[in-house]
Structure formats: structure tokens, C-alpha cells
Nanobody, 115 residues
Framework: QVQLVESGGGFVQAGGSLRLSCAAS????????VGWYRQAPGKQRELVAT??????TVYADSVKGRFTISRDNARTVALQMNNLKVEDTAVYYCNVQLRRGDGYWGRGTQVTVSS
């Protein structure tokens, strides 16, 4: 059974940094990409960043230059978040997207940025 577990969320002041990790367990094949998404209260879930197995990355315009997605190892993907802003406050979710079109989601980790 595949599980994705996010960690590293927390409470930080604006301008600070956090590093999120997504650890996968279970057998996963035919991965298209791994991504981080976020959902703020009252808003739709939105893409933050994705990374392919080959290392190609995509970022939302709102986080370019501040966030970095990386593969720590074969089963862990990280999201380094620097210069955090109040508007980055959200629940952050890890997603593994498969080539067949579906995928897996973690349960999320809360990030709260105060002014």
C-alpha cells in the first residue's frame, strides 16, 4: 500500500524559512512527476512546484525564486521555502502523479506564516 507522509510544517515569521519533506512508502511505478500543492482556507488547492524523475522542475509564479523542490533520495522529495510570506499560509500536500493519470496524495502539513 502506497503512503505519502509530509513533515516539516510549522509556524514561522514572515521572512523565515521552512523545509518540507514528503516520504513515500510502498511500491510506486510509472511516475510522471512528484509535486507539492497547497490549499489556504476558503481557496482551491493550487500547484506549488513539481519535479520529474529526470529533475525537471516547474514552479508557480508566486513562489519562483523563493521555493526549491528537490529529490533527497529515491523516496523523499523536499520543498525548501525561503523568504516566506503571510500569503504562503496553507496546508501543503505532497502528490505523486502517475503516467496513467491518477496518483497519490499525502494528508498534508500545515504552514503558518505570521506578519
Amino acid at each position: 500500500q502506497v503512503q505519502l507522509v509530509e513533515s516539516g510544517g510549522g509556524f514561522v515569521q514572515a521572512g523565515g524559512s521552512l523545509r518540507l519533506s514528503c516520504a513515500a512508502s510502498g511500491f510506486i511505478s510509472n511516475i510522471n512527476y512528484v509535486g507539492w500543492y497547497r490549499q489556504a482556507p476558503g481557496k482551491q488547492r493550487e500547484l506549488v512546484a513539481t519535479i520529474t524523475l529526470g529533475g525537471s522542475t516547474v514552479y508557480a509564479d508566486s513562489v519562483k525564486g523563493r521555493f526549491t523542490i528537490s529529490r533527497d533520495n529515491a523516496r523523499t522529495v523536499a520543498l525548501q521555502m525561503n523568504n516566506l510570506k503571510v500569503e504562503d499560509t496553507a496546508v501543503y500536500y505532497c502528490n505523486v502523479q502517475l503516467r496513467r493519470g491518477d496518483g497519490y496524495w499525502g494528508r498534508g502539513t500545515q504552514v503558518t506564516v505570521s506578519s
